[in-house]
């Protein structure tokens, strides 16, 4: 049987029991109820409600348009363009991480570079210090970019900038780029409400009963997401047309 992702079995040698989350070599990546991942070889030794089976690797799905992870359609034997001069800004690794997975394969067809800035609060300095321009553009994706926030004051001061035709800045709602993720995809009806006097990241792994000590709890937590996004579809609509807007922002040919 193809070891497909989600498929449910459980390993003879050692009775672990968990859904399929990944390939890697000849192994296949396990997932118990309890979010801990164990590598098994494929071949015999399973069991899928209490039949033996032997899994092997998924055979590549053969389309007549295969698209990206965007939903946008591939293009064959595409190299990855000379990167533009224009630049997409994230706020953290994680952004740029999440914007990676869905749409890498169109960035690097276009040529766009996704950068991470650690935060906002030095935005205005940054877009002078790139000094943008006609064919030199910057999109910056923005959390928790609502009325009356930091954010937006941020944002509202750069768009009256001197360079403020050149730059887009658009933002998503939520207060962490890990709410952009449709929570069925973990698993839960909808992402915990946290206090503002906790971490939020921390109060997230915390309500979900996962690891928080420290900064290597928080990183795992977010591989477990991240390894839950496919495609657009694990990911909420507004983010995805912030993101489809900064991509075509830094793409529109210039109009000198």
């Not at 890697?24 to 979010?35: A, I, K, N, S, T």
Request: with cysteine.
């Amino acid at each position: 049987m193809e070891a497909e992702r989600d498929l449910v079995v459980e390993e003879l040698a050692t009775g672990f029991v968990g859904a399929v989350v990944g390939i890697e070599h000849r192994f296949v990546q396990l997932e118990d109820r309890h979010g801990r991942v164990r590598l098994f070889p494929l071949g015999a030794g399973y069991l899928i409600d209490g039949k033996p089976v032997s899994l092997r690797a998924p055979k590549p799905k053969a389309g007549p348009a295969a698209r990206t992870a965007s939903g946008s359609f591939a293009v064959a034997d595409a190299r990855a363009r000379v990167a533009l001069p224009s630049r997409i800004f994230v706020e953290g690794r994680h952004d740029a991480e999440l914007v990676e997975r869905v749409w890498g394969d169109d960035l690097r067809v276009e040529g766009v570079v996704v950068e991470y800035l650690e935060g906002v609060d030095d935005l205005d300095a940054i877009v002078k210090d790139f000094k943008p321009g006609p064919g030199r553009k910057v999109g910056v994706l923005v959390d928790h970019l609502v009325p009356n926030s930091k954010e937006s004051r941020i944002a509202d001061a750069v768009a009256r900038g001197p360079y403020g035709s050149s730059v887009l800045v658009v933002g998503h709602p939520f207060v962490d780029i890990w709410q952009a993720v449709k929570p069925a995809r973990i698993g839960i009806a909808a992402w915990p409400t946290v206090p503002r006097t906790i971490e939020w990241k921390h109060g997230i792994c915390e309500a979900l009963g996962w690891p928080h000590a420290d900064q290597a709890d928080i990183a795992r937590a977010w591989k477990r997401i991240l390894g839950r996004v496919n495609s657009y579809t694990d990911l909420e609509p507004v983010l995805l047309g912030r993101v489809e807007q900064l991509i075509d922002f830094v793409t529109e040919p210039s109009a000198g």
